[in-house]
């Protein structure tokens, strides 16, 4: 192990001697810790991102540039066509095994009262099954629609991958072939303070946290995975996050879209339903797509309108992608491809006294990476709208919340089964709560070729 006066001149350089405080006072096993910590920060970087202010994008110069993106709209997915078309080139590149499935799922559950990975949680409203069962049982039943292997890559992070892979590895992997379930985790930033200064989460560790959904690409090729798709011959990467049971795993139809445009990234999103709503704005600018966040884009731009009165910046990202494998690996070989944002938030320290602190005002500034950041990057990109009754509905809050709550969220998963069985002939009660396994029927076609026309649902039922 290096000395402490060793580490005393290296953190001299940047101003981060308070790291020893506690030195003298702590164990040899934690001397290790802190020290191997210390020698892996990356302070000429940590020291770049505190003193570099966040690029100044001239938010209200760019909005005024913004227009809505190239877009597969609900029009053309309901165009019987055009939708075939798609569907049809979809289904072939999932049958010829060029697809395979990012899941990212590194979040916990706190915000839920649930002190565990987040993909954990128990979110079917008949069945009970976990946000992990209900997105991995869809890319297992869209790989068995066309006789194919979809391999599916899940991002964890360093509090939730011990539990995530035993949990997986208990649950046989919800059926996958366990060499077609690759865990990686992603990377973890220190955090400063509002001076620079690194913090102490306890007198022997430094406070971490990790470092964004775009921390997926840099893990992705640290872990191998990226090499493993490239050995298997993937093409097409679909991404998506576990907090959404509603997600369209790998549907053949986007997928298709993708294809036919030669687009490198493609985003689903949905209509925003409020000018202020709170979701990442696609726009393309200058002909790069691109997103601006609703924090950044001026309410006058928010409001804009066409002539009939629909909203001009419409479309609103749900952070589902499509990614051909060529784009990431080339973007994982360009450094500035995904940079680090600053997010100012409350994180707990250690003082100079040795006591711990829990801030009641932001303290600390914490870097992230996002994953939207590769869309400039991106030829031909192109966003693809879905109803958000069909995709999109994601878990993030507890009661009594006004949206996204365990309870919003069973209720969508019973509606949208409810309306797979009514298109299919079925006599649904309006009360009844109804939960389809994706392995009976992953989608309302597959379901109208399993049910007789007229059958009657009361109460709850779960089709398996």
């Not at 576990?242 to 879209?257: E, F, R, S, T």
Request: hydrophobic share 40%; proline share 5%; charged share 20%.
């Amino acid at each position: 192990m290096v000395s402490k006066s060793q580490l005393q001149t290296q953190l001299e350089k940047y101003n981060q001697t308070h790291l020893l405080d506690f030195w003298d006072t702590i164990s040899s096993d934690q001397q290790h810790q802190l020290a191997d910590q210390i020698q892996s920060v990356q302070f000429e970087q940590i020291q770049d991102l505190y003193e570099q202010q966040d690029a100044d994008e001239h938010w209200a110069a760019l909005a005024e540039k913004a227009e809505v993106p190239p877009a597969i709209t609900l029009e053309d997915f309901r165009n019987p066509e055009l939708f075939a078309r798609a569907s049809k080139s979809g289904a072939e590149a999932i049958a010829s095994g060029k697809v395979a499935m990012i899941l990212t799922a590194g979040g916990q559950g706190s915000r839920l009262g649930f002190n565990h990975p987040k993909g954990m949680y128990e979110i079917g409203p008949v069945s009970g099954r976990s946000l992990y069962q209900i997105i991995m049982e869809k890319c297992l039943a869209r790989a068995h629609q066309f006789g194919s292997r979809i391999p599916i890559y899940i991002m964890t992070s360093p509090p939730t991958h011990d539990e995530s892979a035993a949990y997986l590895k208990d649950h046989d992997y919800f059926g996958f072939a366990e060499d077609d379930v690759k865990l990686f985790c992603q990377g973890t930033m220190p955090a400063v303070d509002l001076e620079g200064k690194l913090i102490l989460a306890n007198k022997h560790t430094l406070f971490t946290s990790p470092d964004g959904h775009g921390g997926m690409l840099a893990a992705f090729v640290k872990s191998g995975c990226l090499a493993d798709i490239m050995d298997r011959r993937i093409e097409h990467v679909f991404y998506g996050q576990v907090d959404n049971p509603l997600i369209q795993v790998c549907n053949p139809a986007l997928l298709g879209y993708h294809l036919q445009s030669g687009s490198e990234m493609t985003t689903q999103v949905v209509r925003k339903n409020d000018p202020l709503q709170k979701v990442g704005n696609l726009v393309s600018v200058n002909g790069k797509v691109q997103i601006i966040e609703y924090s950044d884009l001026p309410e006058t731009f928010a409001r804009q309108t066409n002539d009939d009165g629909s909203l001009k910046l419409w479309a609103g990202s749900i952070a589902v992608h499509v990614f051909t494998t060529d784009f990431l690996r080339r973007t994982s070989e360009q450094s500035d491809a995904l940079p680090f944002h600053r997010a100012n938030k409350k994180v707990p320290f250690v003082n100079r006294e040795g006591v711990l602190v829990q801030p009641s005002e932001n303290n600390a500034i914490k870097f992230e990476r996002f994953i939207f950041d590769l869309l400039p990057w991106a030829n031909n990109a192109i966003i693809c709208e879905v109803d958000p009754a069909e995709g999109f509905c994601a878990v993030k809050n507890s009661p009594p919340a006004p949206s996204e709550t365990p309870g919003h969220v069973k209720a969508a998963i019973s509606d949208l089964h409810k309306s797979w069985l009514k298109t299919a002939g079925a006599d649904v009660n309006e009360n009844a709560v109804v939960e389809i396994n994706p392995l009976f029927a992953v989608d309302s076609e597959e379901l109208a070729q399993k049910i007789k026309k007229g059958i009657r649902i009361e109460g709850e039922k779960y089709f398996v």
